[in-house]
């Protein structure tokens, strides 16, 4: 093996190497959500730009391009996961439990993370089905037609909207913990860093959180787009 | 004085090999102007005069600078007082009628030898790992020969004020010492002296720290709110970036 | 027997130059074949350690603690001193020097004194260059700050900790032996025997704390630098496991114990509280450049406070007695640490002492708050105002603190010559654990440089004039004398347990503690100290009758290791006692009542002193009183080491 592998191996092998590499794959995941959550809120713009938009995501590079970004965050996931529970399975072994167990400062999220990240992981695998796969019958011919139509449709079933809002919720907790984190592992904080990072963090989950939540809020409690798509 | 009546929930175990277990003690009319260690020292007092064993647990200096006292106390290591270590715990910091439980710092890097004694040595091994700045005694350039900036200095002090009592590891859900590795690295690596040896440092002391069972942080910072001198975890970040930067180096050189 | 010192000829300027030239050189490849044991890990056995492995040597280090990095030197606060004058004030080595024999009260060893501040500057290059982070001026040079008893700046600092940074530094330096292998480490161990070979010091018997196991080790030489006694007097600023054990128990093979009497009390330490005190805390002496020294003039004023009916700001200024400003004017608050501990002692004594116990007088920093402000208090201050708040529930800032002394440092020890090996051949006493060079008192910020330079500077040069006369690996521990040694040492363990009485260690210790205290403390006369020589065979008597020590010899066993402990303490304390007999005068860290200036004395009417003030007697006492051990109920042997003053002339300490 050469020196190279062998260095990589070790920072691989490290504690700190793995939570490096969640970190910059969190990054990107954190970066992807940012444009995810640009694209859908065309939804508001009317049908035209939305699905105009579908479409210029599926022509990119003669539709190569989407699945190239698929592949890309599909490994994003992968590796986010698998060293996450990697780490995670190391720290639930690294410590007996106190008979009189106390916290002091950590943060309810930053406690939650291997749970807000596993709901996240079935929400994705539920929203990939329902509008990506298009396991809906129903919902597959009209995203066909127009993908507009579709979200504004799946979005008027009040079960589908709550299990979105929870799931919402857990990123938003997840990012309030996460992002602030990418910065740490990074090693961006520092005394001076340390407030606007955690503003940056708590400002972004919420964006996020609020950006999303405002589609299935909006068409199922307001009942927006509905007179066009019946 | 006033005197308080409290009630203890201690962790006590024979040794390594045996299973340990919560015993209730009172302890009654205890000084608020004594100490915490000193409570203990009465209840033992007790203990032995009924024919048991008394409580041990590690202490030295009472001055909260050897950082050999290493207690948890309901739940905090050192008490949920700020910046303090366990020996300057006072009683006053107590009502009557409190339940107060106690237990060694729990890590598997940090195993119980009796009671609420732990070993430690994970740490020891850590430093000789890359914690040092090589420099044979007697070889040492006039100390006026190299100028340290003030704030680099600062930087480095307060680090380096780190007593190596393991009360971060306590505190850490993940049991990681990181808050303990980065203000050892951190001290020399703010240095000019430690600059040499910065990357091999870095890198034997967390490899150490790893092999030593610690867990990985998780940037919760129980740690800092812990430490009894008050570190603050920005060295983990620090730690962090040299350690990025040493594996990039050490990849490509 | 005259002791020899060993000093080498020639002027005192050029003797440590000329010794290191002539002394034996061990080469490299032999170095490696001699092995040394370390007992201590503190700044001068960690800084051995570290360097004589260095060297080549094999290391075994032993330490009590968990760790060597927790040795007691971790606890000072002040600083080191080096006569590096980076001020320019007109420093020099002389000038430390002198400092030096003058602040011990001319009772040290001019050629060791001189050599301390030879190589005190190359302590601070060390220090420096492992990272030590010293105090810094902003154009990133280092800081400075003056201390009791000299009047240039040449005190390295590092905020509160400078015993923790130093130790650190050298700590570090022997975890990377230990890593490299040149050092074994042996944490929790406790060295319980020397054992001594056809009249050399050649191994150790230890017992590891943890398992309780008995072994030997051998060696070609064995160097103790286990720190100072003061916890003979149960209540000190000694760490709770600071002991005498290793030092007594090389006393009882052989070597012998010199100034015992020589004991510092500081003065700026927080009262005792009540009787489960297991510590006294120390306060920095720093805090009497702003704070005022006072007591009640009356009794009745006195006794209020004490008991909670009167407050500190209750008593109108005349009936305060600032007394350290009135007896010392031009030095005041600031006079050196012997003299104030004793001029609070004579308060209380009358009854003036304002702690709940009668022990106590206030520091008072209500003339600096209006002064400065309470802003420029705190940010001189405030860490020490927080640490006081903390231990006492009072806040300096509006109520004044109280203070009392308590016992801090030992300048007596084991007796060295000039190579640092004791009487005993191949035993070698660093640090605080020997007597060499602080005389009958011991300066502020001498202590760290007197460790450090006995580790990294001085034993590796001259452990080889022994060792090189040495065959390595000539006596390993299949010398029956080991398996002696280390029977005595289990039966002793045995004889432990099995009393089997009624009392905990600790009530022994704190009665012996009380009694020395009282009758071998701040001031010492005939008759309480032959009451205390009266007494501590009782003591001893009942100790050995009705200990009791739970659990097993197998094992970690606290009440053991104490026990094992205070019975050396306990011995230890007759030697002291006599010490402080035999000195039939006043000098440092040593005050015999009968020994003061009275009004009588010619030096004291043409005013060079005052009355009460200590006096010493050179044509009688200019000599290190080293004790040689003899059989219980016998007192020990006097042998003596003339001082001679080549360079300075002793003279009268003045700080009127």
């Not at chain 1, 050469?2 to 070790?10: F, G, V």
């Not at chain 3, 006081?388 to 007796?415: C, F, N, R």
Request: hydrophobic share 40%; net charge neutral.
């Amino acid at each position: 093996m050469s020196a190279t592998s062998c260095s990589l191996c070790a920072f691989v092998k490290s504690s700190i190497g793995r939570k490096i590499i969640v970190a910059l794959t969190g990054l990107a995941l954190v970066l992807f959500l940012a444009s995810h959550l640009a694209g859908n809120l065309l939804v508001f713009a009317g049908q035209e730009a939305f699905d105009e938009y579908a479409a210029f995501l599926h022509n990119l590079l003669h539709g190569a391009g989407v699945w190239i970004a698929r592949l890309g965050l599909l490994t994003c996931f992968i590796v986010h996961i698998w060293f996450t529970i990697l780490l995670t399975k190391e720290n639930k072994t690294a410590r007996p439990k106190y008979a009189h167990e106390a916290t002091v400062q950590a943060p309810r999220s930053s406690r939650l993370m291997i749970w807000s990240g596993l709901t996240i992981l079935a929400f994705i695998i539920f929203h990939i089905l329902h509008f990506t796969v298009r396991t809906d019958a129903e919902l597959a011919k009209l995203g066909a037609e127009s993908p507009w139509k579709m979200v504004i449709l799946a979005f008027q079933n009040p079960l589908v909207v709550i299990f979105y809002l929870i799931s919402m919720t857990l990123l938003c907790s997840h990012l309030g913990h996460g992002v602030a984190s990418i910065f740490q592992t990074l090693g961006l904080r520092s005394k001076k860093t340390a407030g606007p990072i955690k503003l940056i963090s708590k400002a972004y989950a919420l964006i996020i959180y609020l950006g999303f939540i405002s589609i299935p809020l909006a068409i199922l409690l307001f009942g927006f787009g509905c007179e066009t798509c019946k | 004085m006033p005197l308080l009546n409290l009630t203890l929930k201690v962790w006590r175990q024979e040794n390594a090999n045996t299973e340990g277990r919560i015993e209730t003690y009172e302890a009654k009319e205890i000084p608020t102007s004594a100490s915490f260690l000193e409570m203990i020292d009465i209840v033992n007092e007790r203990i032995i005069k009924e024919g048991g064993e008394p409580i041990h647990f590690d202490h030295d200096c009472r001055e909260g600078i050897c950082g050999m006292c290493s207690m948890t106390i309901n739940g905090v290591p050192h008490s949920k007082e700020r910046g303090i270590t366990t020996c300057q715990l006072h009683m006053r910091k107590f009502s009557d009628g409190d339940t107060i439980w106690i237990e060694p710092f729990r890590a598997n890097a940090f195993p119980v030898v009796k009671d609420l004694v732990t070993d430690r040595s994970s740490f020891d091994r850590i430093i000789g790992a890359g914690g040092y700045i090589s420099v044979r005694t007697g070889s040492a350039p006039d100390a006026h020969a190299i100028q340290i900036p003030k704030p680099d200095a600062d930087a480095a002090f307060d680090a380096a004020a780190c007593i190596g009592c393991g009360a971060c590891v306590a505190a850490c859900k993940n049991a990681s010492a990181m808050l303990f590795v980065s203000a050892k690295a951190s001290h020399l690596n703010h240095l000019p002296q430690g600059q040499a040896e910065k990357d091999q440092r870095v890198l034997g002391m967390v490899k150490q720290m790893d092999q030593e069972g610690f867990g990985n942080c998780t940037n919760q910072f129980e740690c800092e709110a812990v430490c009894p001198k008050e570190i603050s975890a920005d060295h983990i970040a620090k730690l962090n970036r040299d350690y990025l930067t040493a594996s990039a180096r050490s990849s490509v050189s | 027997m005259n002791l020899d010192s060993k000093v080498p000829k020639g002027p005192l300027a050029d003797k440590w130059k000329s010794h290191k030239m002539d002394s034996k050189l061990i080469n490299p490849a032999n170095k490696r074949k001699f092995k040394i044991i370390v007992v201590g890990s503190g700044l001068a056995g960690g800084s051995a350690a570290a360097t004589l492995s260095e060297l080549g040597y094999q290391v075994d280090c032993f330490c009590y603690q968990d760790s060597p990095r927790r040795a007691h030197s971790i606890a000072a606060q002040g600083g080191i001193n080096a006569a590096k004058n980076y001020q320019n004030d007109g420093d020099s080595v002389h000038r430390l020097f002198y400092d030096t024999i003058k602040g011990g009260d001319f009772r040290s060893r001019e050629a060791n004194v001189h050599r301390l501040a030879e190589v005190s500057t190359e302590i601070i290059d060390q220090c420096v260059a492992q990272g030590v982070p010293f105090a810094r001026e902003y154009g990133g040079l280092l800081d400075n700050r003056s201390f009791g008893g000299a009047q240039v700046k040449r005190t390295f600092y590092a905020r509160g900790q400078t015993g923790q940074q130093l130790l650190i530094g050298c700590y570090q330096a022997l975890e990377k032996e230990i890593a490299k292998g040149g050092v074994t480490m042996h944490p929790r161990t406790e060295m319980l025997d020397l054992v001594v070979v056809d009249g050399q010091a050649k191994g150790i018997v230890v017992r590891n704390l943890v398992t309780g196991k008995v072994s030997s080790h051998a060696a070609d030489a064995v160097i103790l630098a286990t720190g100072g006694y003061g916890n003979v007097f149960y209540l000190s600023t000694n760490a709770m496991g600071c002991n005498v054990m290793a030092a007594f128990r090389a006393h009882k093979r052989g070597a012998y114990m010199a100034n015992p009497c020589y004991t510092q009390i500081h003065p700026t330490c927080i009262p005792v509280s009540g009787d489960y005190q297991s510590k006294l805390t120390l306060m920095s002496e720093s805090l009497r450049n702003d704070g005022r020294i006072w007591v009640p003039k009356s009794k009745e004023d006195a006794a209020a406070i004490r008991e909670g009916k009167k407050s500190a700001t209750d008593i109108p200024e005349d009936e305060r007695d600032y007394y350290l400003e009135r007896k010392y004017p031009s030095f005041g608050n600031l006079c050196p640490r012997d003299i104030a501990s004793r001029a609070a002692k004579e308060c209380c004594d009358e009854g003036r002492g304002v702690a709940s116990t009668g022990l106590g007088v206030f520091l008072d920093f209500a003339d600096a708050i209006a002064r400065d402000g309470e802003d420029a208090i705190r940010a001189r201050y405030g860490n020490l105002f927080q640490m006081y708040e903390k231990i006492s529930g009072d806040d300096p800032y509006t109520q004044p603190m109280q203070i009392y002394p308590a016992v801090h440092y030992t300048m007596g020890g084991l007796w060295v010559d000039y190579n640092l090996m004791s009487n005993l051949p191949g035993l070698h006493v660093l640090g605080e654990a020997n007597f060499s060079d602080h005389g009958a008192n011991r300066l502020g910020a001498s202590a760290l440089m007197q460790g450090l330079a006995d580790g990294y500077f001085v034993i590796p040069s001259t452990i080889a004039v022994y060792l090189a006369k040495q065959t390595p690996g000539s006596v390993t521990t299949d010398h029956p004398e080991f398996k002696k040694t280390e029977n005595t040492v289990k039966d002793r363990l045995k004889s432990l347990m099995e009393i089997k009485g009624n009392k905990s260690v600790d009530t022994f210790h704190r009665e012996l503690g009380l009694l020395i205290w009282d009758k071998c403390g701040m001031a010492r006369d005939k008759e309480g100290l032959q009451h205390a020589l009266k007494r501590i065979p009782e003591i001893r008597q009942e100790f050995w009758t009705n200990l009791r020590i739970p659990g097993s010899a197998n094992g970690l066993n606290v009440e053991l290791e104490k026990a094992g402990r205070v019975a050396d303490f306990i011995d230890f304390a007759e030697v002291l006692c006599h010490d402080a007999l035999n000195r039939e005068e006043s000098c440092g860290g040593h005050f015999r009542s009968e020994h003061q200036f009275t009004e009588a004395d010619t030096e004291v009417q043409d005013g060079t002193t005052q009355a009460g003030e200590a006096k010493r007697h050179d044509d009688q006492y200019q000599y290190v009183a080293a004790w040689e051990h003899t059989e219980p109920g016998t007192p020990p042997i006097l042998h003596k080491e003339e001082l001679i003053y080549e360079e300075v002339q002793p003279s009268i300490r003045s700080y009127k």
